[in-house]
Every structure is written in C-alpha cells, then in structure tokens.
C-alpha cells in the first residue's frame, strides 16, 4: 500500500526552517509524521503543485528568487535531494496551475 505525503512551504525570515520544504508522511489511520525536511533551492516558496506525469514531483515557485524548482517524490513525505531548477528568471512567481491531460482538468495551486 502507498502512503500518501504532505509538503508544506516554510517562508520567513530569521528561522533554521526559512526557504525549506517539510514533508510528512500520512499513517493508515490518518494521523501525520514527520518525514523530512529539505532546502526548497528558493527563496520565499510560494506556490507549490504535485505532478503525476511520469515521475512524481513536487514543484515549488519561489517568490523572491524569481525560480521554479522540481523535486522527484521518492517516498512517503520524501523528495529526492537536490532539487533541480528548472525555470529562472521569472516575474515573482506565486501560483503553479498543473495539468493532467487524462483527466482533463486543471488545478490551481498556491498563492491567492
């Protein structure tokens, strides 16, 4: 059976947990634990989306750094270290739309 993970973007400034990406693993019986906790290669990450095409991966847009960095899901509340950039330059990216052509429908993910 595979468990299903949560990633949360940890923006600020003046903490250790500044600029990372926390993943938690999710138990059969619903409760949360903690699984990592990585550098999200950003600065201020914003957005984030899941992507199912091919390899898992977690996209997070950094909203200070101008950049979009994609990192494998290797397990349960586990991304595949380093990440790996791959957009720079952006106009403060906040929000990343993902698409699944199977299914047909859009999400909207992060920002406001």
Known sequence: MRQ???FV????????Y???????????????????????????????ALSDAGTPQLL?????????????????????LPGREVA???ATPTTIVSYSPARGTAERRGGR
């Open 4 to 6: 299903s993970s949560v």
């Open 9 to 16: 973007s940890n923006r600020g400034v003046g903490s250790p």
């Open 18 to 48: 500044t600029n990372t990406i926390t993943g938690f693993r999710v138990e059969p019986h619903g409760t949360v634990e903690f699984a990592q906790l990585a550098p999200s290669l950003t600065r201020f990450p914003r957005g984030m």
């Open 60 to 80: 997070v847009a950094g909203q200070s750094s101008s950049n979009l960095v994609a990192f494998d899901i290797q397990g349960a509340g586990q991304l595949m």
């Open 88 to 90: 720079a330059g952006l």
